[in-house]
């Protein structure tokens, strides 16, 4: 086992990263930008170093900086958490090539999952279903054309490299292919480096549904149950549940059995998710994410399972010790992401200072944060500062109680996303399970 992890992150996950790293007998060993100099998890961690400036490209993004600190704190391993180089294929591999273990998936993993087309060709041997689309890159505005002949409009048109929205283009008829086509190709280049494209038939109101999963370097790989994503604005997530109310059980072992298969196939190793898109009463492969997810505490609640402690004892050679039957959520679960955004001024990121920071606390509540009272919300990361996870018998007994925990919450200093989630609540539609992606959207903001 490893006696030192670096941890190549900040605020929540690196907090998460630090308990693990302790309940295991860990030393834990932070890092933290001009910004990050008093925050939580430095305060929290064994030792601290200082990585740079406040923007994260001067900092979190430094690969350099962040192997220099790992020399100068005599690790062992480095843990990325998730975002930031977490799913950076060259930052995964300069680990590998150096003195220090990569806690995540390998970086030649990180690297088929990482292209669209690649993955794909990988489900689809593995006899995964995906979504009806091109393996192969696209680059003319008439494949583009022939592929809406055959499949019918709307048409995605999605960078090979692409995620959270970027790069995603929606065609609705012909005369939108050519622009459409540009935009995709030229957002792929930006925001990935790489602009190739592909072709999916974009599918309306999908559920969005992943399952988490977590292999070793013996050839084992376990599913832990999945978790249903729907509630989304923009791409990006707000809310996870599992299990998935829309599924029942037949489709549910389908879905994670063929998780397994695909992820197998790629001999996957550490933690990850595979997602889908499910409509119709069919499920589609969309994408494996190859690092730990913000969601993850979902799954810990109702298995059981401490999944970033795993992800450290796999990196350090370890077995599975459980079998795929000695897995067995039990319960429901929701969790809640709480973000210094304004919900009724089109979610705007607002930072700022916690003069009141009071979580709930109760049975079935657990609080996973990256901040304490009088904490600042930086501006230059990602809004994200708490999650509410909230854990009951079955869903409605989560929804009573997540209700009680959300009003228990006091934060002053910065607006966040509870008030929207309190809305969400007794929202008529997800509380009767009728949402889809394209729910927030289309019924709480605009409807």
């Given at each position: 086992?490893?006696?030192r ?15 693990a ?23 929290m ?18 690969q350099?900086a ?19 180089l ?47 689309g ?43 292919i ?5 935009e ?48 989304q ?28 298969r695909g ?18 009463g ?7 994410n ?7 505490a ?37 969790e ?64 009573a ?8 919450t ?9 008030p929207?989630?309190r809305r969400?609540?007794?929202n ?20």
């Open positions: 086992m490893f006696e992890v670096l941890i190549a992150n900040r605020e929540e996950i690196a907090v998460r990263i630090v308990q790293c302790k309940d295991l007998g860990i030393d834990a060993i932070a890092v933290y930008s001009d910004a990050d100099e008093d925050a939580k998890h430095v305060r961690a064994d030792e601290a170093y200082h990585i740079g400036g406040s923007k994260a490209k001067d900092s979190y993004l430094d350099d962040l192997l220099e600190a790992a020399r100068a704190a005599d690790a062992d391993a480095i843990h990325p958490g998730y975002g930031f977490a799913e950076n294929e060259s930052f995964a591999a300069n680990v590998e090539e150096s003195e220090f273990a990569w806690i995540g998936p390998p970086s030649d993993v990180m690297a088929d999952f990482g292209e669209k087309t690649k993955a794909r060709k990988i489900m689809e041997s593995a006899d995964v279903p995906i979504v009806p091109t393996t192969e890159p696209v680059t003319s505005a008439d494949e583009v054309e022939a592929f809406a002949e055959e499949h019918g409009y709307p048409v995605a048109i999605k960078a090979d490299g692409g995620g959270g929205g970027r790069g995603l283009k929606i065609v609705h008829e012909p005369s939108q050519d622009s459409k086509l540009q995709a190709i030229r957002e792929g280049d930006a925001y990935f480096d790489n602009p190739t494209v592909y072709l999916e038939r974009f599918l309306e109101s999908p559920r969005h549904i992943e399952v988490q999963i977590i292999g070793d370097e013996h050839g084992t790989v376990r599913h832990l149950g999945e978790r249903d994503c729907s509630i604005r923009r791409q990006q997530k707000l809310l996870e549940e599992s299990p998935s109310p829309v599924l029942d059980d037949e489709t549910r072992a389908e879905l994670c059995e063929a998780a397994c992820a197998a196939a790629a001999d996957y190793v550490n933690a990850g998710t595979v997602e889908f898109l499910y409509e119709g069919e499920f589609y492969f969309i994408e494996v190859a690092r730990i997810q913000v969601e993850h979902v799954t810990e609640e109702l298995t059981g399972i401490d999944l970033v402690k795993w992800q450290i004892r796999v990196a350090a050679g370890e077995e599975l010790s459980f079998s795929q039957d000695e897995v067995e959520p039990r319960g429901a679960a929701m809640f992401r709480v973000n210094a955004e304004d919900p009724d001024n089109d979610f705007t990121p607002l930072p700022g200072t916690l003069s009141t920071y009071e979580p709930p606390r109760g049975i079935g509540v657990r609080v996973d944060d990256g901040v304490d009272e009088g904490d600042s919300i930086a501006p230059f990361y990602d809004s994200m500062f708490a999650k509410l996870i909230v854990t009951g018998q079955d869903r409605d007994e989560v929804l109680r997540s209700k009680r925990a959300l009003d228990e006091a934060i002053e200093g910065v607006p966040t996303t509870i929207f989630h969400l609540l007794e008529d539609g997800f509380v009767s399970n009728e949402h889809t992606t394209k729910y927030v959207e289309r019924e709480l903001l605009d409807g």
